[in-house]
């Protein structure tokens, strides 16, 4: 069985900081992993994802992901953080097999930028 | 343009009483998907159907009943709503092999009174 665990329910950086929002992942199969960013009362869109390419993913907006397999992490980062990153972030595993596609979400980390 | 959209975007309604959530993609995606939201913020699958055939459902009420009338289309309907099924319920759809991206539409907002 997938499940992801996101560490820090909240982040607060400074407005230019570095960005590090962490997840951890746990899965039987080598893993299909997304981190999705949903802005408030808006849906979720997608920031990048790791499908067995390359283990540093880089998304939309700067942010990038390195896939760790010995750590079974994959955290999100951006080098400065700007006032428009404040959302919420998910990290998702792919639940596979049997044509079984559904994501298993993380409980998210709202990443709040300070001027 | 819209990829995925849902229809209502904000539904109020009393306990006890049965509505329905729309959901339509233009991709041309083969599968599409549900998920709800709770107030907690935590995401969760509920039912996925693939060229209209269901092929995941969750641990959920049968209360929630899904239907596919065609492969660009996702309605739930749900009955004798509940205080509990308040929550955000997002459609998503994805095509192809299973690493393929899932787009979210923007929710449906669902408040029970």
């Known amino acids: 069985a997938q499940s992801v665990t996101q560490l820090g329910s909240h982040v607060s950086v400074s407005e230019g900081a570095l960005v590090l929002l962490r997840c951890n992942y746990s899965?039987?199969?080598?893993?299909?992993l997304f981190w999705y960013v949903q802005y408030p009362n808006q849906g979720l869109q997608l920031l990048l994802k790791?499908?067995?390419?390359?283990?540093l993913v880089k998304g939309i907006n700067g942010f990038e992901a390195e896939f760790k397999k010995s750590e079974t992490s994959f955290h999100l980062t951006k080098p400065s953080a700007h006032m428009s990153d404040a959302a919420e972030y998910f990290c998702a595993v792919l639940l596979r097999g049997a044509g079984r596609r559904a994501l298993t979400f993380g409980s998210g980390t709202r990443l709040q930028v300070q001027p | 343009d819209t990829a995925v959209s849902q229809t209502p975007k904000y539904l109020v309604t009393q306990m006890g009483n049965d509505k329905s959530i729309k959901c339509e993609q233009n991709?041309?995606?083969?599968?599409m998907y549900w998920y709800k939201q709770d107030s907690k913020k935590f995401l969760k699958i509920m039912f996925s159907y693939n060229n209209k055939e269901l092929i995941i459902n969750e641990t959920v009420p049968n209360r929630f009943s899904p239907k596919s009338p065609d492969k660009a289309h996702l309605n739930l309907h749900i009955n004798s709503l509940e205080l509990g099924d308040s929550a955000v319920y997002f459609c998503?759809?994805?095509?192809?092999?299973?690493?393929?991206?899932?787009?979210f539409g923007p929710g449906t907002r669902l408040l029970v009174l």
């Open positions: 991709l041309g995606h083969d599968t």
């Open positions: 998503a759809s994805s095509q192809g092999r299973e690493r393929e991206t899932q787009y």
């Open positions: 790791y499908t067995s390419a390359a283990t």
């Open positions: 899965s039987s199969v080598p893993p299909y």
